[in-house]
């Protein structure tokens, strides 16, 4: 199975390339996993208010999600930007597993740059699913250092170990309270502008 990640702009590109969109992406044996920021961000941190999800919900092959890029909330300047939540943590292992049981050839992922919660993404499926063969493949870029958003990848590993019933998780544990009540880091900075 292909695992690609991507930017938000390649993926856009990718699917208009290919032809997808919300009449036949159903039709194809691909999966689709998008996330973008939570609304204060896009507006109030990264002046991207119109950024939006390729494909709408309700499609059995798509997941979308939004969640900031960081690994606990953060108030900046009076507005909550948020991590990913334990249920979307929860959300995101059922419709990976899914995906594979129905046997899709590809999962393409992407979040802006395909630098962090994607590729945590990525990494999990390829730690999770090696029985079936993954190749994982990122965007060719060379401007960045790539930094996995280990927050992400923390409640990805800590939902599927609860589901299977592995390490800690062996009876009906809870979650840690850190991952269920993330910490709230308070931040107040003039923006360069």
Not at 18 to 35: H, K, P, Q, R, W
Not at 150 to 168: D, E, Q, S, T, W
Request: hydrophobic share 30%; proline share 2%; glycine share 4%.
């Amino acid at each position: 199975m292909r695992v690609k990640v991507l930017s938000h702009s390649l993926f856009d590109e990718d699917m208009k390339q290919m032809g997808l969109n919300d009449d036949n992406v159903e039709n194809t044996n691909m999966a689709f996993i998008s996330i973008i920021g939570t609304p204060n961000c896009l507006k109030y941190y990264l002046d991207e208010e119109e950024t939006k999800h390729y494909f709408s919900d309700g499609h059995p092959n798509v997941l979308n999600l939004d969640f900031d890029d960081i690994d606990c909330n953060v108030l900046y300047n009076g507005h909550l930007l948020e991590t990913m939540t334990m249920t979307q943590a929860e959300l995101s292992v059922d419709f990976i597993e899914e995906q594979i049981k129905n046997g899709v050839e590809t999962i393409e992922i992407h979040c802006k740059a395909a630098v962090s919660r994607s590729r945590a993404f990525g990494e999990f499926i390829y730690r999770y699913c090696k029985e079936h063969d993954i190749e994982l493949e990122y965007e060719d870029r060379d401007d960045y250092t790539t930094i996995l958003n280990h927050g992400v990848l923390r409640r990805l590993n800590h939902a599927y170990y609860k589901k299977h019933k592995l390490r800690f998780y062996k009876t009906d544990g809870e979650y840690p309270d850190d991952l269920v009540n993330p910490q709230v880091k308070v931040i107040n900075r003039e923006r360069n502008v």
